[in-house]
């Protein structure tokens, strides 16, 4: 038996579970394929079929991690998230073939060094694409490029918890549609606009004829709850903090459409089948390198002109968010859903 080991140790939730579709990749030349990634994405690669385990850098000592690898004869180790820590935990642990980054101090410690594509101007390949470029290196590779997330028995009954709490709310009302308004720096910035987005909940409680969920992180809450004010619609509900990464991905495959700004929880929404919508409103953005991969996934620009030189982390107003462009949001997600969406209800009773 051969085994291989992805180290995905960086970034958020959604660089973890597109770097996932490199362990199928590698699957086509070994037979068992772990992941060693950070404390807060191991729910999200535990949810994912094409990893055998799932290990935890959590910081320690690099000697120690090290030496959980080299119990476990990796023969092979491809790092995703290359650092100098990175490079330097599957040298010590012995593992003969180590595919990482070329062009840094670090490469060295590499036995296999893969220029990435946008280090050479490359702007429009998806990430998903450049990450199997390191699996192509020890003549690996995969047809299949969206990232698959499974969730488990009990993601599906907290979900169908959440969902029955929210009908006595709703009259009854079954479908919907989930909305997330938020990414990493909403919550930080303390300036992250509300009312575009509350206006975006209302069309599309109005034209779908469809609850709202907005969606978020416990530290979005505040967020939501102005954002479902704002929208003055009863079928629009604030669910944010009230899931796991897993019970979200039970519940954006039984949602009539995801629509949201590009996260992590995109990426799920997309790998568990949910009809996508990614939303990236700003100049800076990439979609064709950050979109959603799935059966049923499109992507909405940016249309609002940016302020000279600005990124998301440091705009100082976050116009494009204030000034969303419905119309065409809308738009896109009614060419996504086409005919009504069959939805496997039964895929939530438990």
Not at 96 to 113: D, E, N
Not at 142 to 151: H, L
Not at 228 to 243: I, Q, Y
């Amino acid at each position: 038996m051969s085994h291989a080991l992805l180290y995905c140790a960086g970034g958020g939730i959604g660089d973890s579970l597109v770097a996932s579709v490199v362990a199928r990749a590698l699957r086509s030349k070994y037979t068992r394929v772990d992941a060693l990634t950070l404390p807060g994405h191991r729910g999200t690669l535990e949810r994912v079929p094409d990893i055998d385990t799932v290990l935890v850098d959590d910081g320690s000592d690099d000697a120690l991690v090290a030496a959980l690898l080299h119990e476990r004869s990796y023969d092979a180790c491809v790092v995703t998230w290359a650092t100098a820590r990175t490079a330097r935990i599957p040298q010590l642990a012995q593992i003969p073939v180590r595919v990482g980054q070329a062009r840094r101090l670090y490469s060295g410690r590499f036995t296999k060094r893969v220029t990435v594509r946008s280090e050479t101007g490359d702007v429009t390949s998806p990430w998903v694409d450049i990450l199997l470029d390191y699996a192509r290196a020890i003549g690996c590779d995969t047809a299949d490029r969206n990232p698959r997330f499974v969730p488990t028995h009990a993601d599906r009954e907290a979900a169908a918890v959440l969902l029955s709490e929210l009908r006595e709310r709703l009259a009854g009302r079954d479908a919907y549609v989930i909305l997330h308004p938020t990414n990493a720096i909403a919550s930080k910035r303390g300036n992250w606009p509300t009312a575009g987005w509350a206006a975006l909940a209302r069309s599309l409680a109005a034209h779908f004829d469809r609850a709202v969920l907005v969606s978020g992180a416990p530290a979005d809450a505040a967020i939501n709850e102005r954002i479902v004010r704002e929208a003055g619609d009863g079928r629009v509900v604030d669910v944010a903090g009230k899931l796991s990464i897993g019970a979200f991905g039970a519940l954006a495959a039984q949602a009539d459409a995801f629509v949201g700004i590009t996260t992590g929880t995109m990426h799920v929404a997309a790998a568990v089948g949910a009809p996508t919508t990614g939303i990236f409103p700003f100049q800076t953005d990439f979609p064709e390198r950050w979109g959603p991969a799935g059966a049923r996934t499109a992507v909405v620009r940016a249309s609002y002109p940016c302020h000279g030189g600005d990124t998301k982390e440091t705009c100082a107003d976050y116009a494009c968010i204030a000034n969303l462009d419905i119309p065409r949001i809308i738009a896109t997600v009614e060419s996504l859903l086409g005919e009504p969406h069959a939805r496997d209800d039964s895929a939530l009773h438990v």
